[in-house]
């Protein structure tokens, strides 16, 4: 009598990464002009900065959904008292979660100490200005899912001098990501946007405007 194989641990994906490895579900078809990430899953190219805006607000939502944050909007005045504005900013939640080290969820929980604007708390998130803000924040999401064992990373030098890394999908890890898909995290980012109308228009205002803060290069 054989012994029993003993089963894989369960695939543990947060939602932002979700949106990574799904991402034909979150973005649009790649154009002639502007920056593209290709999927993981698919093949797909498809628009980075649309991608990186889904991610960015799955993560949030997701935060919020578990308690780790909690997302405030504050009415303000600006232009000397004559205008009001209205902030969204993200606060400390009542839960401490253990989302995946280097999880997008993981790094916002953690910055929501100060109460920050969202739209600051993205851009301190991206770090560095780049040309292509997105595609940078790809590159470490997909590096935390190698070092979890999620991806396979294959270092790659040209003229000896340069260093590129290319990410896979291994067939096993794209099975067991298949099997519970992306549905939920497409349902909970229609039901903010249905439910909660001024919430999610604040939210991707914000998220634009905090990757566009961290577009180009200062040369």
């Known amino acids: ?6 089963s894989a641990p369960p695939l543990v994906l947060t939602p932002s990464e ?6 034909d579900r979150f973005s649009t078809p790649a154009g002639m002009l502007g920056y ?11 628009d980075a900065e649309k991608l990186a805006q889904n991610a960015f607000a799955a993560a949030f939502l997701a935060d919020e959904q578990a308690g780790a944050i909690h997302l405030e909007l504050r009415q303000g005045k600006a232009m000397f008292g004559l205008m009001k504005t209205e902030k969204l900013h993200a ?9 995946p080290q280097g999880s997008l969820e993981a790094l916002i929980a953690a910055s929501v100490q100060p ?22 924040l790809f590159a470490r999401m997909k ?10 990373a294959e270092e790659k ?19 067991a990501a298949e099997q519970t898909g992306a549905a939920h995290v497409e349902q909970m980012l229609r039901a903010c946007e249905q ?3 001024q919430l999610w228009v604040a939210l991707t205002r914000n998220i634009k405007a905090g990757i566009n803060l961290m577009t180009g290069t200062d040369d």
Do not use: C
């Open 1 to 6: 009598m054989s012994n029993p194989q003993p």
């Open 18 to 23: 979700r949106v990574l490895l799904f991402g």
């Open 36 to 46: 593209n990430e290709v999927v993981l899953s698919s093949g797909t190219k498809v």
């Open 91 to 99: 606060v400390p939640g009542q839960k401490q979660v253990g989302w």
């Open 115 to 136: 109460q920050p604007e969202v739209d600051d708390l993205v851009s301190g998130i991206l770090g560095d200005r780049a040309n292509s803000p997105a595609q940078n």
């Open 143 to 152: 590096a935390a899912l190698a070092a979890r064992g999620v991806l396979h």
């Open 157 to 175: 030098k040209t003229l000896k001098v340069f260093t590129s890394i290319t990410y896979t999908l291994p067939d096993a890890t794209r099975a």
């Open 195 to 197: 439910q909660r109308p």
